[in-house]
């Protein structure tokens, strides 16, 4: 499988937060412009609206709105600028007043009257029409039919957006005709941007005309400055008064807050969005890295399980080749003991018959490379016979005297039989018992062997075998044969007991290489030891150290074990 | 001493046999089991050499046979097969005087057969005196 490279755990929380803030940032700039345009579009309709409202309540206060007109001089400085003195907030409206229309009693406009030419003494009095009743309820207010009516914009008195207001002129229970006032939108629009606020007129704006005590007259015509006299907006006889309401600007105040707020809870929600997206792909990594590691593990199952299958088959054909090579070897060497114990005794009769002493010394040699034949086979057969496990070892007490003896005869013998000048010397400690718990044959054939060597490598001087005992408790039987001889070479006493190892220096020790080897699994399969060294004053020491072999019972009881 | 020689392998017989005959004994070959149980029931032999495994069969039944058929004869099991590794032989064969292992030593062969004949010579001589 491949392992991706993945962010530690700070690093994807920076990018996440990275990320997460600049989806806030997003939102937040997202918000704001659709904020804004909402806003605009809300603001142009509120602008309709108010513009709309804003002329129904003024004319709805002033339809009641007597117009004195032989009060009213033509003063360019008067001109309708009244309103605009008398509030500020209203300039809009008064300032966009662009003249006068005379309508009839059915509202249609017979004249217009530019406000530059507007006169009120002369114009007004043309409008006429209306009812007894119908001019009681005006003047008594609160007559919708008789409120002055808002028209479009028409003909062409007036451009762009506005409204025209028709405000009837009444004096003394005489419709003396009507006035209008066109209003623009677009004023309003812009005056409305510029101090954005409530939607409705009534919120934004205070408009009251109240009827004034003072009756109307047809006297001097007002001015602006007795406007400022009186301190109340006076308009032909009444006080009109508008004020501009402090706007509840609330939500535009807290509209950033809100989308501020906004971003944030868009930034943590993307944060976490993030976070889940990442802990998800996460997991959706660490189960497919789970699903291929299950998956290699149960590769590595089956390929276990064929690798064991066939180790165990291996193992069993191994076993039942090894098992195969040493019945045959087996085989072969009792096979072969026939037919050698011919040569050998043919050799021996012949050695033992021959007229001559060439014919003798010919059947000698024969017969001693039957012998080494023989040891050859009977070395391997043991050796196999031990690595197979099918030695046993059978321990019981024997006659010390009798092991001892046994070896000083035949180390006599080989001494003979070797012509050597040497000495041979068996000696055992007086603290050794009578009696030592050994297999004797097993003992023996360890003993022999290394005497056979001994004698083998010693031409002159002295072969001695001592036995002693030795341990904490003196339990442990030791043996030891040494020898006056050159010694083990030092690159060969590593691996004297190792099987097949020949002494190449040593072409008189040459055998089957098996001797030691044999002996050494022989010692072990006793549960004992044996060991070689070099003696600094020259010769060699071979050492056989056999447990609890030597310690002091009485007892003749006999031990079979497998080794 | 009269034997006999129980061995399939013809040159270990003729060695065994030439060895003996060199000695002054006489010496009959048997090859098979059943050439020596006819060999032991047509006549008395002082001393039996026989192998265990021959091609027929092995030799238990010939050497119960023998200590049965004549009950003075020394046998003597000379074998160089792995059946008996430590000895059994004797608890299977108990009728055996002795075991040998291949190969034997002629000398050593002679030495026993020595043995036998002078064991032999002194049962024979108990037995007449106790004729007399």
């Known amino acids: 499988m491949t392992q991706t490279d993945r962010p530690d755990g700070m690093t994807r929380l920076i990018r996440v937060g990275a990320v997460a803030l600049l989806g806030g940032i997003v939102a937040w700039i997202c918000g704001l412009a659709v904020h804004e345009r909402l806003e605009m579009r809300q603001m142009r309709r509120d602008a309709a609206v108010l513009a709309d409202s804003f002329a129904h309540d003024l004319t709805r206060r002033l339809d009641v709105l007597s117009v004195a007109a032989r009060g009213w001089t033509r003063d360019p400085a008067l001109d309708l600028i009244i309103f605009q003195e008398r509030a500020s907030a209203m300039r809009f409206l008064i300032s966009d007043i662009e003249g006068l229309a005379r309508v009839d009693s059915a509202g249609k406009i017979v004249a217009s009257i530019p406000k530059e030419t507007f006169d009120p003494q002369t114009d007004v009095r043309e409008i006429s029409g209306l009812s007894e009743a119908r001019l009681s309820a005006i003047e008594s207010r609160g007559v919708p039919d008789i409120a002055p009516r808002i028209a479009p914009p028409a003909g062409g008195e007036t451009q762009g957006h506005s409204w025209i207001l028709h405000l009837p002129v009444i004096s003394d229970r005489q419709v003396l005709g009507s006035m209008l006032i066109q209003i623009s939108l677009d004023d309003v629009f812009h005056a409305h941007l510029e101090s954005p606020g409530p939607r409705a007129i009534e919120e934004r704006y205070r408009i009251s005309a109240t009827l004034n005590a003072k009756p109307v007259s047809a006297g001097p015509a007002v001015t602006p400055e007795g406007l400022h006299a009186v301190g109340e907006a006076a308009l032909l006889g009444h006080a009109l008064e508008v004020t501009l309401q402090p706007g509840r600007e609330v939500f535009s105040l807290v509209a950033p807050a809100l989308i501020l707020l906004f971003a944030v809870v868009a930034s943590v929600l993307t944060a976490l969005c993030g976070l889940l997206w990442a802990q998800r792909r996460d997991t959706q990594d660490a189960k497919a890295q789970l699903f291929d590691a299950l998956n290699r593990i149960a590769s590595l199952s089956v390929a276990l399980k064929a690798a064991n299958l066939a180790g165990e088959r291996s193992e069993s054909e191994s076993g039942q080749l090894r098992d195969e090579a040493d019945r045959l070897l087996s085989t072969v060497s009792h096979e072969v003991r026939t037919p050698l114990n011919a040569i050998m005794g043919m050799f021996e009769l012949i050695v033992s018959q021959a007229k001559t002493d060439n014919v003798r010394r010919k059947a000698r040699t024969g017969l001693s490379a039957a012998q080494r034949l023989h040891r050859l086979m009977s070395n391997l057969l043991e050796h196999t016979k031990i690595r197979g496990g099918r030695l046993e070892v059978m321990r019981m007490y024997m006659p010390t005297g009798l092991l001892s003896r046994s070896w000083a005869n035949t180390l006599e013998g080989l001494i003979s039989h070797a012509r050597h000048d040497v000495v041979a010397e068996v000696t055992v400690a007086d603290d050794l018992p009578d009696r030592v718990y050994v297999d004797r044959e097993r003992v023996e054939q360890i003993v022999v062997n290394l005497l056979d060597n001994a004698v083998k490598a010693t031409t002159e001087g002295k072969v001695q075998v001592d036995m002693r005992r030795d341990g904490p408790k003196g339990e442990n039987l030791v043996i030891t044969v040494t020898d006056t001889g050159p010694g083990i070479p030092a690159d060969f006493i590593d691996s004297i007991f190792l099987p097949f190892v020949y002494q190449e220096a040593n072409p008189k020790a040459a055998a089957s290489g098996l001797g030691l080897a044999i002996s050494r699994d022989l010692a072990r399969a006793m549960e004992g030891s044996l060991t070689a060294e070099n003696l600094p004053e020259g010769g060699a020491r071979f050492t056989l150290i056999l447990r609890d072999a030597a310690g002091a019972s009485g007892r003749d009881d006999r031990l079979r074990h497998s080794a | ?132």
Not at chain 2, 27 to 46: H, M, N, P, S, W
Not at chain 2, 75 to 80: A, V
Not at chain 2, 92 to 120: Q, T
């Open chain 2, 1 to 132: 001493m009269d034997c006999l020689i129980v061995e399939d392998d013809n040159d270990l017989a003729l060695t065994f046999e030439a060895c003996l005959v060199d000695q002054g004994h006489s010496a009959a070959v048997a090859q098979t089991v059943e050439e020596a149980l006819i060999g032991l029931r047509d006549f008395k032999y002082d001393l039996l050499l026989l192998d265990y495994g021959l091609r027929d069969d092995t030799t238990e039944a010939v050497v119960d046979y023998a200590v049965t058929r004549c009950p003075h004869m020394k046998t003597m099991l000379i074998t160089g097969s792995g059946v008996f590794p430590n000895g059994e032989a004797q608890r299977y064969f108990p009728g055996l005087d002795w075991i040998l292992r291949k190969p034997v030593p002629l000398a050593d062969l002679l030495a026993f057969v020595d043995h036998a004949e002078m064991s032999l010579s002194r049962d024979t001589g108990q037995r007449r005196v106790h004729a007399l």
